[in-house]
């Protein structure tokens, strides 16, 4: 059984740019889950979909968002990207609530 | 105050040694995780616990709801155990909420 893959590993982007992230759960697995890590932060969530629909949302401006595809694949943008986005972006999925989690190795996104 | 607290946040071993991590939490919780990580970044959950006690191999969790706590043992620890471990507790959102993590480094 395939994990939680995510692409791609690295990416280094300059401030104003937008970036997207892709997330492909394992199979049959329908929620899938983002999260932000930072040294400063740490691990902070992002945002969570199910079955194509967002069921919740951190703490984080409108810069930052996401949809799901009816295949559960998932992609998050950050749109005008600042320094301070350089982080490690993790997903993770689930078959469903209060099931455990399987996380993808992350995407290490640099802004320059 | 954070809403999940880990101790020790470092915390080194010699190869063989029995170790313990603490996570206290100050919010009502269906389930709470334990993950690893290592260099690297990549994270593998580790258990998922609503109460009592669960064993993996050489890796024991126990959570008190009563107390707001839980533990993760390593008995016989080993260089390869040597990672960031991540409480985090899910307060019946999907909204994980983490603790700052726990280094463990253990030495031959």
Redesign the interface.
């Known amino acids: 059984k395939a994990g939680v893959t995510q692409t791609p590993r690295y990416l280094i982007k300059t401030r104003g740019q937008q970036v997207t992230l892709s997330c492909s759960p394992i199979s049959g697995h329908r929620?899938v889950?983002w999260?932000q890590?930072t040294p400063g932060q740490?691990?902070?969530?992002l945002f969570?979909y199910?079955s194509e629909t967002q069921?919740?949302k951190?703490n984080f401006p409108g810069r930052f968002s996401g949809r799901q595809f009816s295949n559960s694949r998932s992609e998050m943008n950050v749109s005008t990207l600042e320094l301070g986005d350089s982080a490690?972006y993790?997903c993770?999925s689930?078959e469903a609530?209060?099931?455990?989690?399987?996380?993808?190795?992350?995407t290490?996104l640099t802004v320059v | 105050k954070n809403e999940v607290e880990q101790s020790p946040q470092n915390l080194t071993a010699q190869e063989g040694e029995f170790i313990t991590i603490n996570c206290s939490y100050s919010v009502g919780i269906s389930a709470l995780h334990w993950l690893q990580q290592h260099p690297g970044g990549g994270i593998v959950s580790l258990f998922m616990l609503s109460s009592g006690k669960k064993k993996h191999g050489r890796l024991i969790a126990t959570i008190n709801i009563q107390e707001k706590h839980s533990s993760l043992h390593i008995t016989a620890s080993h260089p390869r155990d040597s990672a960031v471990y991540i409480c985090a507790v899910a307060p019946g959102t999907d909204k994980l909420i983490f603790g700052t993590g726990t280094r463990l480094q253990v030495f031959p």
């Open positions: 929620s889950s999260y890590q740490g691990l902070q969530f969570e199910f069921r919740n951190g490690l993790l993770a689930s609530r209060n099931y455990g989690y399987t996380f993808g190795s992350g290490r």
